[in-house]
């Protein structure tokens, strides 16, 4: 499977892995929210590790005084007082693990509002490098893997760093000797978890990526499942995405298998050493130097230490493999928009004019920068004026939308909306001066109604009522099962060409804003649908600057001004007759649709024949 850059292309994979806790930092702020939490926890976490470790001192007294003659009452004694230690360690656990994990999900939650929250802030260019479905599988797949980390594994790992802990200090008092022994053992043990555990943090970003990768082709093939069926590629498909996740899977078994190697390595040298202790301790036993009781408590102490050293490599690897996750999120969090508000930002004048000017304005896009899509374009919209723009396609026209927009900066020259350089207003400011119907009008998965109100989410039933009469689309929407609260599926998928387009126009007539910019809103249609959607666009057009791009005659007639463009310059500008007159490129371009049309209409007639003139046989 072919890869494609990533969601933060750019902010690819780091070369080298994080430590796990480095890779992990830039989500501590979002703990350090819930400070109350994080105390109760480590309470919590203090007393449950304070209970393991009375244990061994009852067992170390049962077995030096329990067992004398007159021992009975010590037994009982210490047994009772375990049951309060028991009922001490359930309690501080249930509230260890309640608060460590619901924690977690908190962290979460916040840590994926403030991804989805950057995204949505993030110019074009980041997106144009992107795939929607890998940047999903951030939000979903990655963050699970980081909830895993903060709810379960930081709270194995925070009881088991205080038991390790306790249990070092209460061994050095048990036995000093003996302790020397274990903790010449520690450094042996835990390098090669350290210098393993490098391998399970590359081997899991790996698994990351490719995770993501699966996850993007199936987004992009369930997003055209239409047109995958329509050609006969179900197979191809299902065969790709299935070559995709035995990829994935390959990753992920390389990065357990690190793990699993991980895991055996402590567990053969954490049990060895208990070993050794142990045999070291007989030797002390039998020459009377400690007491069968010192060397219970100090063996239960070097098995509590053994333990929570094995279960904190363990959490190390779980840690390894968020860290790969939290490197691929925190990508997001830490890109930089190209195109933000300055500071500080011009404010735009009031009232609003909808005046539009290119000064000399040079542009290429990021991914293609040694292509200029404008060479130095210049043009004037006066308020109120109609101008299309014409040419090949390629020529440049989509280009000017998207710097009026502010979608991308330009290189060279100035865009200036009410005779203010757009790189000096807050984009926000400047796109609530704005009005675009695309030629794919997006219709979101919602109501009729809460498509339109996405034009002024405060507008009242009213007021969406009434942008559906100007836009031609009220006759339509009443006739639908629910009326404006009828759900439109995933992209509007039960509505029509023209009635999505007829949405979008209402949505457009809702904003009432100053500059309307209109992007081939009527090419894909037919020609019914077409005339609903010209007469509502002449309502949306009046008293407002209006540019729009177009190659249907109808539109460009009605412009005051058609400027023609090529390779990112204007080479003709007139109306539509002067430029017929002038016959260039403009003329050229009118006739081929001309042809076209022509062309279009003798099919028509000579499909109408084909059908009619066997029933005049047959009478």
């Known amino acids: 499977m072919a890869r494609k850059g990533r969601a933060a292309d750019g902010a690819a994979g780091p070369a080298r892995p994080k430590a796990p806790i480095k890779a992990l930092r830039p989500l501590i702020p979002f703990a350090l929210r819930y400070r109350v939490r994080i105390a109760a926890g480590l309470v919590a976490l203090a007393c449950a590790s304070a209970s393991t470790l009375v244990v061994p001192i009852a067992m170390r007294r049962v077995i030096d ?17 375990l049951l309060g230690v028991v009922l001490c360690f359930a309690l501080s656990s249930a509230a260890r693990v309640y608060t460590v994990v619901t924690l977690g999900e908190r962290v979460v939650a916040d840590l994926r509002s403030a991804v989805f929250a950057r995204l949505t802030v993030l110019d074009p260019a980041f997106f144009d490098k992107a795939q929607s479905g890998e940047i999903v599988s951030r939000l979903t797949a990655d963050a699970t893997q980081i909830k895993s980390a903060f709810g379960v594994s930081i709270s194995i790992l925070l009881r088991n760093l205080f038991l390790f802990i306790g249990a070092i200090a209460m061994m050095v008092i048990t036995s000093p000797s003996l302790s020397v022994l274990v903790l010449a053992a520690i450094p042996v043990i835990v390098f090669p978890l350290i210098f393993s555990g490098r391998g399970v943090r590359r081997r899991s970003r790996a698994a990351q990526d490719r995770l993501a990768e699966a996850s993007a082709y199936a987004a992009e093939a369930v997003g055209a499942v239409r047109t995958m069926q329509a050609f ?18 390959g990753a992920a078994r390389a990065s357990i298998q690190a793990r699993a190697i991980l895991t055996g390595v402590a567990i053969f040298l954490i049990s060895a050493s208990v070993v050794g202790v142990m045999w070291y301790g007989a030797q002390g036993v039998l020459s009377h130097s400690m007491t069968g009781g010192q060397l219970s408590q100090f063996v239960l102490y070097a098995v509590f230490g053994a333990g929570a050293l094995g279960q904190l490599s363990e959490v190390y690897g779980d840690l390894a493999m968020s860290a790969g996750a939290a490197e691929r999120l925190t990508e997001i969090l830490s ?6 508000a300055p500071v500080p930002a011009l404010p735009m004048p009031e009232p609003a004019r909808g005046s539009v000017e290119f000064d000399t304005v040079r542009f290429s896009y990021p991914t293609r920068p040694g292509h200029l899509a404008l060479d130095g374009l210049s043009f004037t919209a006066a308020p109120g004026e109609r101008i299309a723009l014409v040419g090949p396609s390629g020529a440049g026209k989509s280009t000017v939308l998207q710097l009026l927009l502010r979608f991308y900066d330009p290189q060279g020259g100035q865009v200036r909306i009410d005779g203010v350089d757009v790189t000096r207003v807050d984009p926000e400011a400047l796109r609530a001066r704005t009005a675009l119907v695309p030629q794919d009008p997006v219709v979101f998965s919602g109501t009729v109604s809460e498509n339109i109100r996405y034009g002024r989410t405060n507008a009242s039933d009213a007021e969406v009522r009434h942008a559906a009469e100007l836009a031609n689309a009220h006759a339509f929407i009443e006739a639908l099962p629910q009326g404006y609260q009828t759900q439109v599926g995933e992209r509007g998928v039960t509505l029509s060409g023209g009635q999505r387009q007829r949405i979008a126009i209402a949505r457009a007539i809702l904003k009432d804003a100053p500059i309307l910019l209109l992007d081939e809103a009527t090419s894909a249609l037919d020609a019914e649908s077409e005339r609903a959607v010209q007469a509502a666009l002449g309502t949306l057009m009046r008293g407002r600057t209006t540019i729009v791009i177009a190659h249907r005659l109808a539109t460009i007639r009605a412009a005051d001004r058609i400027l023609v463009i090529d390779d990112g310059r204007i080479v003709e500008s007139g109306t539509h007759e002067s430029l017929l007159a002038y016959g260039a490129l403009y003329a050229q371009l009118a006739s081929l649709q001309f042809t076209d049309a022509l062309d279009e209409t003798a099919r028509g007639l000579d499909t109408g024949r084909s059908r009619t003139v066997p029933s005049e046989a047959a009478q």
């Open 65 to 81: 005084h329990g067992f004398s003659e007159d021992g009975s009452g010590v037994i009982d004694a210490y047994f009772v007082a």
């Open 232 to 249: 006969g590629r179900s197979a191809d498909a299902a065969a790709r995405f299935r070559a995709a996740s035995e990829e994935a899977y």
């Open 335 to 340: 890109a930089e928009p190209a195109v933000k």
